[in-house]
């Protein structure tokens, strides 16, 4: 069984930096694309920014410029560096990979999630 678990959400006031950590745990597995996606009230679910597991990363474009997405494959870990946050960006953020658990089956794996809050 693989676990998954989020660190780092807050409180911050608008124009601050948060940093999102997610770390993978648990019987071995290999990890392919991991990533966040987060959801504001009222809101449907948003992907936010993915990583591949050689580094390729892809961003929605609300978050472009302003947050960085990056993994440490050695710890299983995926990171997101959040700045210039605004009031819009509170969200629950969900960290989400792509696993596949040695005599397992491949499926997306998904942490509790982690509450961003933006507000002065």
């Known amino acids: 069984q693989v676990q998954v678990v989020e660190s780092g959400g807050g409180l911050v006031q608008p124009g601050g930096s948060l940093r999102l950590s997610c770390a993978l745990s648990g019987s071995p597995f290999m990890v392919y694309t991991m990533g966040w996606n987060r959801q504001a009230p009222g809101k449907q679910s948003e992907s936010v920014a993915s990583?591949?597991?050689?580094?390729?990363?892809d961003y929605a474009d609300s978050v472009k410029g302003r947050f960085i997405i990056t993994r440490d494959n050695a710890k299983n870990t995926v990171y997101l560096q959040m700045n210039s946050l605004s009031p819009e960006d509170t969200a629950v953020y969900y960290c989400?990979?792509?696993?596949?658990?040695?005599?397992?089956?491949?499926?997306?794996?998904w942490g509790q999630g982690t509450q961003v809050t933006v507000s002065s």
């Open positions: 990583i591949t597991s050689i580094g390729s990363t």
């Open positions: 989400n990979a792509d696993v596949n658990p040695v005599g397992g089956t491949r499926a997306p794996h």
